[in-house]
Each structure stands twice: as structure tokens, then as C-alpha cells.
């Protein structure tokens, strides 16, 4: 009995410390937390503020305050929300959790607010008038031992019913993990159904399932992210009918967008795009289309001048948005001043944009390629595909003007390509070009083009002032009368 006495005492004791210890710690980590989350927030126009703090040993309060730097941006929000926005995390220290079933960690934070509490009550009231009751966001994070921040949020359901509009949006969803320090980590968002229709008439719009991805492994500069982007909608239907194009869209789609580093100095980012059309009605020229894919692949571009490229639009943006600013308050004799202030700022963006070239693009090394393939009903596909890579060793410097014209003269010692074509037969009605299937049989007839019984084939190369088009070497006769029309 006394060494059972003994145990429980000593159990209690150490549960205690460690709770004593995690709560000391908390608003250390919790503020570290904020600190590295504006060190990214603050590119988008808004950073975080741990206002107040209130410790006790098993649980604490803290305080978030949402702040919007971009004047334009809080001045909109001022009409109809309370600023600044704060939220209240009520946080259980570890390392033991009891509320809402038992767990391990260092800290459990939950919040719970509603739309309204942040609207004023002329926004609250018309919210109220929709929806007919409050939207409610419920919040829950799990800080782990190894400072993994685990988090789910839910939404309520969204149902508005109007005289002549129903609108329904189920629970948004958001889950994932990710470091406190790095930020890096997995972030899911998901819909299950949006649903928008039109009282007395067929106009409606319907989405199922959803779903974004966000896989982040890297900040370069806390701007420059290297990272997995998937989105995907299981069903997307529109039905228009006053759309003179396309009356009834039925579609599912997927996306994915990869930047990863390809090495210390540059990286590769690649994207895609598959859209299944099998079940929209199209227009007749292009009925046929089941399948749309679009991939784009950009190698070996310097992270330095990708780097300098979106700090440069970044940079413009917010100046720009501070003159909007200052030009709805400024009085007319400050007008002109203002308006030539603004051009100055768009020429500056330009020159760093231009500037940022010179360590974007690596000679010999970075090539952008394209590739669009098409699939009918009929089980036939076609597809074209052009890959662009970069040789020349231009200085991108002094007017734009200038540039383009230095550009346009020394394009084809700046370049290399290589163009593919395979071109059903059966899809060549939907080419919006006149008298396009004569000008394939002239390209057969010259060389230019490969025909079989079914496909139109090219393949075109260009490098070093080499020309060669299916195997047939045209540097001697087509290049020079390229050269001469790229030169006027």
C-alpha cells in the first residue's frame, strides 16, 4: 500500500511539473508561432498580434488580433466588420489532455466564433436576414512534443433561401500539420457540395467534392515557396441558358503545381491541367472533345531572379495601392502629381521585372516546354507540343522599347525550339482556321508535313541556325528567309 501511495504521489508530482513547465512555455511557442506566420502574412496585407495573454496552470487565454496593412483593404472592411479582428484561443496545457477525450502533447488550443461577432450590427443584420442564424467556425490544435502544430477547422452549414435564389454550401473542412517554425508542412481544404439555383428556371450551378492540397516543403526568403499544389472537383455543372456558347457545362477537372529546387541556385516548377468534358454539351464544331490536358514545364530558372521577379510586383502592388489611397482623399491641384507618381512606380516594377531576367534565365539551361493533348469520344487524340529553351547571352538592360527591338533582332541566337504535332484526321474541323486542311495537304506535298491514314504529323528542331523540319534540313533554304523577316 505505501509503495502504491508512493507511485500515485510521484505520478501526480511529475504530471504536475510537466504541466507547470508546458504552461511557461506555451505563450513562448505560441509567439514564436506569430512571429514566423508575418514573416509570411505580411506579403499578403495583414499580420497577426498576440494582444494579450492570461496564464494559469492548467489552461490559458490568448488573444490574436488580425491587423490589415493595406489601407484600400481596411478602409472596405471598416464598412461592415469590427476592426481589428480578434480571435480567442482558450489553450489546455500538457502534457495530459482531458476536455473533449484524453490526449498527449504539449498544448491543445480551441476556438469558437461566429461571422457576426466580427460584423457590425448593420452587417450583422443583413447576414441574419439570409442565413437566418449564425455561421459558426469551430478551431482545435494540437501542439505535439516535436512542435507539429495538428489543426482542424469546420464550418457550419451555409443554406440561403430567397424569393428567387437558393444557395446551399456544406461544412468547410480544413486539416493538416505543420511545423511551428518553418511553417512547412500538409494543409487540406475540402467542400463536399456548393449549390446555387434559380427559382422557376433552369439556371443553376452545382460543384461536388471539392479538394485543395497544399504540401509545402521550403520558403525561400519567406516568398518563394517550394511545394505540391493539388485542386481537384469530382463534378462541376452549370447549366446557362442564355450562354450563347455553351448552354450546359458538365465537368470534372484535377490540377497539380510543383516548384522543387533543381538545384543551390535554380528550380523547376511544373504544372497540369486535366479536364474531362465527356458529359458537356459543346458546341457542334467542338461535340466531339472528352478530354482537355494542358502541362507546362519550366526548367532550371534562377531562384534569385524568381525571387527578385515577385518582389519587384510585390513591391509595386503595395505602392500603388497606398497612391489609390492618397488619390480618392487628394485634392485636385494634387491630382497630376499623384497620376505621375503612379506612372513612375509602374516603370520602376518594369525595370526590376526586366532586371530580374539577367539571373532568371540560365544560358543553355532554362527551357520552358507546353504540351496540349486533346482525346474525342472516338477514342482519338491528338496533341502538340513546343519547348522553348533559352542559349543566348543577352544583357536584359536600359528601355523596354529598346530591349524588344535588341530582342526581336538576336531572337534566333537567343533560342533553341522543338515543335511536335500529331493531328487526328478526325479533329481537323475543329481547327478555326479557313482553308486549314488545304494548307496541310501543300505541307505534304512540300515536305513539311508526314501523312498517314489517320494523322497529320510534324516535327520541327531549331538550334546553333539549324533548321530541320521532319528530317528534312532546311538551314540552307528556309532559314535565311527567316532570318531576313525576323531582322525588319
Known amino acids: 500500500m505505501k509503495k502504491f501511495l508512493t507511485i500515485t504521489v510521484t505520478t501526480i508530482l511529475l504530471w504536475a511539473i510537466s504541466t507547470y513547465i508546458i504552461s511557461t512555455q506555451t505563450q513562448q511557442e505560441f509567439q514564436h508561432y506569430i512571429d514566423r506566420s508575418n514573416q509570411l502574412s505580411q506579403t499578403n496585407g495583414f499580420k497577426l498580434i498576440l494582444s494579450d495573454y492570461q496564464p494559469s496552470f492548467l489552461n490559458s487565454i490568448a488573444i ?3 491587423d490589415f496593412i493595406d489601407p484600400i483593404v481596411q478602409k472596405e472592411l471598416e464598412k461592415e466588420y469590427i476592426l481589428p479582428i480578434k480571435i480567442k484561443y482558450n489553450i489546455e496545457h500538457g502534457p495530459l489532455f482531458f476536455k473533449d477525450g484524453f490526449g498527449v502533447g504539449l498544448s491543445k488550443l480551441h476556438n469558437e466564433f461566429t461571422i457576426n461577432s466580427m460584423l457590425k450590427p448593420k452587417a450583422k443584420k443583413e447576414l441574419l436576414a439570409l442565413v437566418k442564424k449564425d455561421i459558426n467556425f469551430n478551431t482545435t490544435m494540437i501542439l505535439s512534443f516535436d512542435k507539429k502544430l495538428h489543426y482542424t477547422i469546420e464550418s457550419d452549414p451555409i443554406s440561403i433561401d430567397q424569393e428567387h435564389e437558393i444557395f446551399e454550401i456544406t461544412p468547410l473542412k480544413l486539416k493538416g500539420t505543420v511545423d511551428i517554425k518553418t511553417l512547412q508542412g500538409n494543409n487540406h481544404f475540402a467542400i463536399d457540395k456548393i449549390q446555387f439555383k434559380k427559382k422557376n428556371s433552369p439556371d443553376s450551378l452545382y460543384l461536388k467534392d471539392f479538394e485543395l492540397d497544399i504540401n509545402i516543403h521550403e520558403f525561400v526568403n519567406n516568398t518563394l515557396l517550394f511545394g505540391d499544389f493539388q485542386l481537384s472537383i469530382a463534378n462541376l455543372n452549370v447549366h446557362d441558358q442564355f450562354n450563347p456558347f455553351v448552354k450546359n457545362i458538365n465537368l470534372s477537372l484535377k490540377s497539380r503545381m510543383r516548384t522543387k529546387r533543381s538545384s543551390d541556385k535554380t528550380m523547376n516548377s511544373d504544372f497540369e491541367l486535366d479536364i474531362d468534358l465527356q458529359n458537356t454539351t459543346l458546341p457542334k464544331q467542338f461535340e ?16 534569385e531572379g524568381m525571387f527578385q521577379f515577385q518582389q519587384s510586383a510585390q513591391q509595386a502592388q503595395e505602392e500603388q495601392s497606398q497612391l489609390l489611397n492618397d488619390l480618392q482623399t487628394s485634392s485636385p491641384e494634387n491630382m497630376q502629381a499623384l497620376v505621375k ?3 513612375i512606380i509602374q516603370n520602376k516594377m518594369i525595370n526590376s521585372i526586366v532586371d530580374s531576367l539577367n539571373t532568371l534565365l540560365i544560358k543553355d539551361k532554362s527551357s520552358i516546354n507546353y504540351r496540349l493533348d486533346m482525346e474525342s469520344k472516338e477514342n482519338v487524340s491528338s496533341h502538340v507540343q513546343l519547348e522553348v529553351g533559352y542559349r543566348g547571352n543577352i544583357k536584359f538592360e536600359g528601355k523596354v522599347e529598346a530591349l524588344i527591338a535588341k ?16 493531328l487526328n484526321k478526325k479533329h481537323i474541323k475543329m481547327i478555326p482556321i479557313p482553308l486549314f486542311k488545304e494548307q496541310l495537304k501543300i505541307g505534304v506535298r512540300e515536305g513539311f508535313v508526314k501523312e498517314n491514314n489517320t494523322t497529320y504529323m ?16 532546311l538551314t540552307a533554304t528556309i532559314l535565311p528567309l527567316i532570318i531576313m523577316l525576323t531582322a525588319e
Open 288 to 303: 466531339t472533345i472528352k478530354n482537355l490536358k494542358l502541362t507546362m514545364n519550366m526548367k532550371d530558372l534562377g531562384i
Open 458 to 473: 510534324l516535327n520541327g528542331y531549331y538550334n546553333n541556325k539549324e533548321l530541320i523540319i521532319n528530317d528534312n534540313n
Open 341 to 343: 507618381q503612379f506612372e
Open 64 to 66: 490574436v488580433q488580425i
Open 407 to 422: 530582342i526581336q533582332s538576336e531572337i534566333l541566337s537567343l533560342i533553341k525550339l522543338n515543335l511536335q504535332i500529331k
